[in-house]
């Protein structure tokens, strides 16, 4: 299953960057998060529910930032499993200044494998289900940003 999309954010790179590799912003951010804990540099143990059609499961796994180059991109890896099955996958983030004023583009592409009784059941939903949790996570980073003072340049 490939996901892209295209966030916008009233506020420069450097400001976006920083709520973006803030492990403790992601982990407030993503739904479903129960625990986001860090095991080494850029290295995660993350606890998720998630529910798709009638499955509902909780997953554990590993999240991890690796490509980082900053402030312009990184590549999230992502890898968990639960009852429910299991959910492989990489995002690439890169963050574009806007040439209107203070706006920095978000843009994610990625790739997602799901596997297990989630996949068979809600196979179809999977799709729509993955952008309304990216698009519920950019939103709540958004929100951040309005709240987060300017960092001094």
């Not at 980082?68 to 574009?96: C, I, M, N, W």
């Amino acid at each position: 299953m490939d996901v892209s999309a295209t966030y916008t954010f009233e506020a420069p790179k450097d400001q976006v960057w920083a709520l973006l590799i803030d492990p403790t912003v992601i982990g407030s951010c993503l739904p479903g998060c129960e625990s986001m804990e860090q095991t080494g540099p850029d290295r995660y143990n993350a606890t998720i529910t998630i529910g798709v059609a009638a499955i509902t499961g909780k997953y554990e796994g590993t999240v991890e930032m690796t490509d980082k180059h900053e402030p312009t991109s990184y590549t999230l890896v992502v890898q968990g499993k639960g009852k429910p099955g299991f959910v492989r996958g990489s995002a690439t983030v890169s963050l574009d200044d806007e040439h209107a004023g203070n706006t920095t583009a978000v843009n994610v592409v990625g790739k997602a494998q799901v596997g297990g009784t989630i996949a068979r059941v809600g196979q179809r939903l999977l799709g729509s289900v993955s952008k309304m949790m990216m698009d519920r996570f950019f939103a709540c980073l958004q929100e951040r940003v309005k709240s987060t003072p300017e960092i001094a340049q």
